[in-house]
Structures are given as structure tokens and as C-alpha cells.
């Protein structure tokens, strides 16, 4: 079974920034799509960026967050200006079909908690 873990989340000072990894552990295929994801206590998960053979992003956060990738087991989320209202759970997924800004992704990593105190 494929299996994704974030890491890099953490407390940071509103205008700071953050990077965000996700390691996929198991079968998992080179090509497969991936995606940054957030979900807030109460709020429906937001879309924030996908790569596979192109990047996609959210417009939302275009200007501040980078999507990337090193290998097919390790993707990046850049995060910068960092706002209170980024304070979420951030999740990464893959899958090995498009999914986009869906919801629809086969597999999901446990989340990493962003704090961006004021």
C-alpha cells in the first residue's frame, strides 16, 4: 500500500514562511499525481496546488505557494507571507490518475498542522 507522511509544519509569525515535505512510502509510481491539500477546524478542504506532468494551482494561492518535486517519492510545498488564515491541517495526496482540485485522490497522508499566529 502506498502510504504518505508530511512533515514541516509547525508555529511561524505571520509573515514568515514554511516548507513542507511529503515522502511516499510503498509502490508508489512515477507517475503519479500529486497534491497539497488544507482543511481549517469547521471548513471544507481547500484545493492548493497539483503536479504530475504540469503543475496546476488554486488562483488563492498562486502569489505565495510552490508546489515541487525532487523525485517520485518526495514533494514540496513552499509556503510564503504566511497569514493567520493559513492556519490549517495541510495534507498531501497522490493518485494515479488526474484528479486536479478534487477530492477524488486514492491516497492520503495524516496532515501536518501550519500555526501562523498574528
Known amino acids: 500500500q502506498v502510504r504518505l507522511e508530511e512533515s514541516g509544519g509547525g508555529l511561524v509569525q505571520a509573515g514568515g514562511s514554511l516548507k513542507l515535505t511529503c515522502i511516499a512510502s510503498g509502490p508508489v509510481e512515477s507517475g503519479y499525481y500529486r497534491g497539497w491539500f488544507r482543511q481549517a477546524p469547521g471548513k471544507e478542504r481547500e484545493f492548493i496546488a497539483a503536479?504530475?506532468?504540469?503543475t496546476t494551482y488554486s488562483d488563492s494561492f498562486k502569489d505565495r505557494f510552490i508546489i515541487s518535486r525532487d523525485s517520485a517519492r518526495t514533494v514540496y510545498l513552499e509556503m510564503k507571507g504566511l497569514k493567520p488564515e493559513d492556519t490549517a491541517l495541510y495534507y498531501c495526496?497522490?493518485?494515479?490518475?488526474?484528479?486536479?482540485?478534487?477530492?477524488?485522490?486514492?491516497?492520503w497522508g495524516q496532515g501536518t498542522q501550519v500555526t501562523v499566529s498574528s
Open positions: 495526496a497522490a493518485d494515479r490518475h488526474y484528479r486536479g482540485g478534487g477530492l477524488g485522490y486514492q491516497f
Open positions: 503536479i504530475g506532468i504540469t
